[in-house]
C-alpha cells in the first residue's frame, strides 16, 4: 500500500485505529512525540504542542492538545517553529521540549511559518495535568468522582458520542490522563440502512478455489462454534464498514487495567475511572474503514483501511490498509455470528475465566440495539466489546494494555515514568452500500491464472529545493485464489542511496476484483466509464474516486481529498484491463511528493 502522505503520516501520535494490524501502534510513536509534559515540580507547565521533526531539521506542529495554549493562541497542525523567544529553533541542539516548559502562567512568543508568512504568537503556559486552560480560567479544580455502581440489569441507553467528561484529578500512584473525545464529522442521514429491514439480505456465496483462512481470532476462544458458523444475514458484497477510533499512549499510569463497563465507563479494577476528554499523552483519532467484497461459503474477502484526523475536524489523511480473507462467521472487531452469541452468552456469563458478559441496551450510529457486553481481561490486557444480538454487528470495543517497563524521554533522557497504558476504543459511524459497476465482479480466466505481478517505479521528495529519489520494486507472488480474488506474498525492495543495500520487506495481501481501484476491470466495463463520472465519494473521509480522463489506449481513475490536495491516478489499459500504472502527487507545502509506479511484469 502506497501511502499519500509518507513524510507527514510519521508523526503519528498514536494509532487512529484500534485494530494494530490496521493501524501503527502507538508505542512506535508515543517515545519519539510526547506532548510536553510538567517535570515533578508542580509548578512546571507546558503549550499542548506536539512537534515533529522534517529531515531538513525544521520542526512542525504534528498535534495540538484540545483546549491547550498552543490551540488557544492559534497554532495550526503544520506550522514551522522558527523561532522561541527570540532563539533559533533550527540552530543545532535546540531542545524544544525544555524551551517550551516553564512556570504555569508565564508567557514564551513563538515566530512560525504558515505558509511562507511569518506570524509570531505569544503562548501562556499551563498545568498540562489538569486538563488544558490557562490559569485564570473559569475551569474549577478537578475532583475525582465516587465511581457509580455497576447495574448490568438496567444501563442507560449511551448516546453516539458522549460528551467529554471533566477531567479526573492525579491519585498517589500515578497519573490518570484521558483520552481525546473530540467531535466526529457529520455521517450519513440514515447510516445503518444498509444493514436494516428489508436491506438485511443474505447473499449467495461462491465457491471453488485455493487458499487458507486465517484462524487467529481471540473470540475463537470464548465461541469455538463460530470457527464454522456462516455470516450473519446482512453480510454481503458491496458494503463498508466505518469506525470512528481514539487512542492514547498513557505514561506514568499503573497497572489498574481499565475496561468498559455496562454504564459506559472505561473502568480499573479497582474502581479507578479512565475519562475520555483531553490527553496530556501521546494520542490521536481517526476512522477505519472495511469493505465488504466477495462472500464464499467457507471465506469472506475484505478491505480494511486506516485514516487519521488531523485536529477536530481534518484534514483526513489515509494512513495504511491492507486486504485478505476472514472467516464467516467472525470478523475480528466488525461483526460475529449472532446465533452463536445468543446461544452461549447465558452460560459464559457464568463461567469466569477472566470474561465478563451482561446484557444491555446500546445506542450506536443514533440506533437503539439489544446488545451483548463481554469483557475478557487479564493481568496485562484488557479487552471488551458491545455486540447487536440480533444482527451481529459489533458496536463499540475498548483494549487497554500494561506496559510496566516502558519509559518517556523527558530532556532527551529516558526516564521511568511507572509503565505506559496504550488504550484504544472503537465505536461504529455507518454502514452504506457501494454501487460502483464493479461490485462483486468475478476475474476472467486469464487472471484467475496469473502467478507473478511486478511494479517498479520511482518516488521523488522534494523539500527546500532538494530532491531525493527512491527507487521501488514490487514482486508478488500469487499464493491462494478463487474466481473474484488472488491472495499475494509481496516482496518489497526500496533503494534510494547509491551503493547501499536496499531495505527489504515482506507483506502478505490480496487483489480482488471488486475493490474500489482494483488490479483489473473487466474491458468491458471500462468502455462503459465517462468522464467525470463518480465511481464513489465517502462522506466522513471525504475521499473521492472519479474518472478523470483518458483515451483510446487508457482509463484513468484518480482518488482525492479536497482538503489535503492530494492525489492517486489509476491507469487502467483499455485492451487488458490490468492496471498498468499509479502516478501519486502529493503537494505539501512542506515537502512535495511525486511517484510512478509501472506494471512491469504479469506472469
Known amino acids: 500500500m502506497i501511502s499519500l502522505r509518507r513524510g507527514s503520516i510519521a508523526l503519528l501520535l498514536a494509532a487512529a485505529a484500534a485494530a494494530v494490524s490496521i493501524a501503527p501502534s502507538p508505542r512506535a510513536h508515543a517515545a519519539e512525540n510526547p506532548l510536553e509534559r510538567p517535570t515533578a515540580a508542580p509548578a512546571a507547565g507546558g503549550v499542548g504542542i506536539a512537534w515533529q521533526k522534517q529531515d531538513d531539521g525544521k520542526l512542525i506542529a504534528a498535534a495540538l492538545m484540545p483546549g491547550g495554549p498552543g490551540e488557544a493562541a492559534g497554532v495550526r497542525s503544520f506550522d514551522v517553529l522558527l523561532r522561541v523567544d527570540d532563539q533559533d ?84 500512584r500515578g497519573p490518570v490522563v484521558e483520552m481525546p473525545n473530540p467531535r466526529m464529522p457529520a455521517g450519513p442521514q440514515d447510516p445503518l440502512a444498509a444493514v436494516r429491514g428489508d436491506a438485511a439480505r443474505p447473499a449467495a456465496p461462491r465457491e471453488g478455489g485455493q487458499y487458507k483462512v486465517p484462524m487467529d481470532n481471540m473470540a475463537f476462544q470464548m465461541f469455538p462454534e463460530l470457527k464454522t458458523a456462516p455470516a450473519p444475514a446482512w453480510v454481503r458484497p458491496g458494503l463498508r464498514i466505518t469506525m470512528y477510533n481514539a487512542s492514547a499512549s498513557v505514561p506514568g499510569s499503573y497497572n489498574s487495567m481499565p475496561f468498559l463497563d455496562p454504564d459506559g465507563e472505561l473502568k480499573g479494577k479497582d474502581g479507578q475511572r479512565y475519562t475520555l476528554g483531553r490527553a496530556a499523552s501521546a494520542s490521536g483519532h481517526g476512522f477505519t474503514q472495511l469493505d465488504i467484497l466477495h462472500v464464499h461459503r467457507d471465506a469472506i474477502a475484505i478491505d480494511y483501511k486506516s485514516f487519521l484526523i488531523f485536529g477536530e475536524a481534518g484534514p483526513v489523511i489515509l494512513t495504511s490498509g491492507s486486504g485478505g480473507l476472514t472467516p464467516p462467521g467472525c470478523c475480528a472487531d466488525w461483526w460475529v455470528n449472532p446465533d452463536v452469541v445468543r446461544k452461549n452468552i447465558d452460560a459464559l456469563a457464568q463461567g469466569g475465566n477472566g470474561i465478563r458478559v451482561s446484557r444491555l441496551k446500546y445506542r450506536a450510529a443514533g440506533v437503539d440495539f439489544n446488545a451483548a457486553w463481554t469483557a475478557y481481561m487479564r493481568d496485562n490486557a484488557s479487552s471488551t466489546t458491545v455486540v447487536d444480538l440480533q444482527g451481529g454487528l459489533t458496536l463499540h470495543n475498548a483494549q487497554a494494555v500494561y506496559d510496566p517497563s516502558a519509559s518517556v524521554k523527558i530532556d532527551g533522557q529516558a526516564t521511568a515514568v511507572g509503565g505506559r497504558m496504550d488504550l484504544s476504543r472503537s465505536t461504529l459511524v455507518s454502514v452504506r452500500e457501494l454501487k460502483y459497476p464493479w461490485v462483486n465482479a468475478e476475474y476472467p480466466e486469464a487472471v484467475r491464472r496469473t502467478r507473478r505481478i511486478v511494479y517498479e517505479g520511482v518516488t521523488t521528495i522534494t523539500s527546500s529545493g532538494t530532491a531525493v529519489r527512491t527507487r521501488h520494486l514490487a514482486d508478488s507472488r500469487v499464493t491462494g485464489w478463487s474466481n473474484d480474488f488472488l491472495l499475494l506474498r509481496t516482496e518489497k525492495l526500496d533503494e534510494s542511496i547509491p551503493g547501499v543495500p536496499p531495505e527489504r520487506s515482506a507483506m502478505d495481501g490480496m487483489a480482488a476484483a471488486g475493490e474500489v481501484t ?86
Open 518 to 603: 482494483p488490479y483489473h476491470i473487466a474491458p468491458d466495463l471500462l468502455a462503459g466509464l465517462r468522464k467525470g463520472q463518480v465511481i464513489d465519494q465517502d462522506p466522513l473521509t471525504k475521499v473521492s474516486t472519479v474518472v478523470a480522463g483518458g483515451d483510446n489506449a487508457v482509463v484513468i481513475l484518480s482518488q482525492f481529498t479536497v482538503q489535503n490536495g492530494a492525489r492517486l491516478d489509476h491507469i487502467y489499459d483499455r485492451r487488458s484491463g490490468w492496471r498498468t500504472a499509479m502516478v501519486i502527487h502529493d503537494p505539501d507545502p512542506l515537502k512535495t511528493t511525486h511517484a510512478e509506479i509501472r506494471l512491469k511484469t504479469v506472469e
Open 89 to 172: 529553533a533550527t540552530a543545532p541542539g535546540f531542545d524544544v521540549v525544555a524551551r517550551l516548559r516553564g512556570p504555569v502562567g508565564s508567557q514564551v512568543k513563538l515566530t512560525l511559518d504558515r505558509g511562507g508568512r511569518q506570524i509570531e504568537l505569544t503562548l501562556r503556559r499551563a498545568d498540562l495535568t489538569r486538563g488544558a486552560r490557562p490559569p485564570g480560567g473559569n475551569d474549577a479544580p478537578p475532583v475525582r468522582p465516587d465511581a457509580p455502581p455497576v447495574r448490568p440489569d438496567a444501563p442507560p441507553v449511551r448516546p453516539d458520542v458522549p460528551p467529554a467528561p471533566p477531567p479526573v484529578r492525579p491519585d498517589a
